[in-house]
């Protein structure tokens, strides 16, 4: 089960900003509009600038190119708990990698995960015990219906593989977007300002800007710290990780796509029972990966200064003010030299 929200006021605020904030932005965008303010682009322009002299300044923000992150991870799935270590390589524009080395619970079963992004090519290698009936596949083989357009028990066609496989590549990239949006206030589109999200305990100035994978995700940026509270955007319910795992989307032969879960499944798979759980708890659970739409939830708290850049150490995530993913960050390095095979399998 999703495990509790960490007693951090960063997260809090963020989070009691969210539960009004579809109310308040509305009617801030029709006082904006007839008051005959300046225009949205424009208002963004000026709230970003204001953030990134919060973070550091202007200069140094478009001054990392590379960054590399470690961590560790505490992840919720079903009724159990994934942890352990996780190492991010980011290189902007399109490059990047994670690396994740987690067991179920204390001296549990092992998952180790790689995920790889450069440019318009991606990979998602999974090994380890809890995560073998995966490994090495894009949503491929095994019962159930296919993503996209596959068909009964048999595999699925190459068409709808292709058409899994593009919504993969732009989920991931997706990822890798808001976490530059979210780290560096930097986005390959541009952000339009949205309203003054309101709570009891802050105000947020509201941004919005289009991922790779089409949705418009939103940014929320502190009026008074102007330190980036959280980014939000809109999924079926599922893990809600990014877009891993939990997010779907209508694939054009009509089926819901998932991308790959944890484990490395992808939807067409059937899920493998967890530790102490059965087959059937699994297969509802993978059935329940692509329900209706929720709000998906990124917050970054525990700012720190490294290099001159404030950073965020504690990113959690979640769907609709649940939390079921913690990542703490131990170290961050700013343009480190990276391995010519780093974002190669």
């Known amino acids: 089960m999703p495990f509790e929200k960490p007693g951090n006021n960063e997260l809090m ?5 969210a539960a009004i904030v579809s109310l308040v932005v509305t009617a801030s965008v029709v006082q904006t509009a007839g008051a005959g303010q300046q225009p949205e682009e424009h208002k963004a322009t000026a709230v970003l600038a204001e953030a990134r002299k919060a973070l550091g300044g202007e200069d140094k923000l478009a001054a ?18 994934l942890e352990g270590d996780t190492e991010v390589f980011l290189e902007r524009p399109d490059k990047f990698r994670r690396n ?10 092992s998952l180790d995960r790689t995920d790889i992004l450069n440019g318009s090519e991606f990979s998602s290698e999974v090994s380890g015990d809890f995560g073998a009936r995966g490994r090495g596949r894009f949503g491929g083989g095994g019962a159930g219906a296919a993503p996209g357009g596959g068909t009964g ?18 989920n991931l990239q997706s990822e890798v977007s808001r976490l530059l949006i979210g780290l560096l206030l930097t986005s390959d589109t541009p952000f339009r300002w949205i309203g003054t999200a309101q709570a009891p305990e802050g105000t947020a100035d509201v941004l919005e800007v289009k991922t790779p994978d089409g949705n418009a995700t939103r940014l929320f940026i502190d009026t008074t710290s102007r330190m980036p509270l959280m980014l939000t955007w809109t999924g079926p319910a ?5 877009g891993r795992g939990g997010q779907g989307r209508r694939g054009q032969g009509g089926a819901d796509a998932a991308a790959p879960a944890p484990d490395g499944r992808g939807a067409g798979d059937q899920p493998a029972a967890p530790p102490g759980g059965s087959a059937d708890q699994a297969r509802g659970r993978g059935r329940g990966a692509a329900g209706p739409p929720v709000t998906l939830e990124m917050h970054l708290a525990e700012y ?14 979640g769907a609709s003010g649940e939390t079921n993913e913690e990542w703490v960050v131990r170290n961050y390095r700013i343009n480190p030299s990276f391995k010519a095979n780093t974002f190669t399998k």
Do not use: M, W, Y
């Open 13 to 17: 605020r963020g989070a009691c900003i």
């Open 64 to 81: 990392v190119t590379r960054l590399q992150i470690t961590g560790t991870t505490r992840r919720a799935n079903g009724n159990f708990n």
């Open 100 to 109: 994740e080395s987690l067991t179920v619970g204390v001296g549990g079963s």
């Open 153 to 170: 028990q048999g595999a699925p066609s190459p068409e709808a593989l292709e058409r899994l496989r593009d919504f993969q590549r732009r």
């Open 238 to 242: 599922g893990r809600g990780f990014g």
């Open 304 to 317: 720190k200064t490294v290099n001159g850049i404030k950073l965020p150490h504690l990113i959690t995530r």
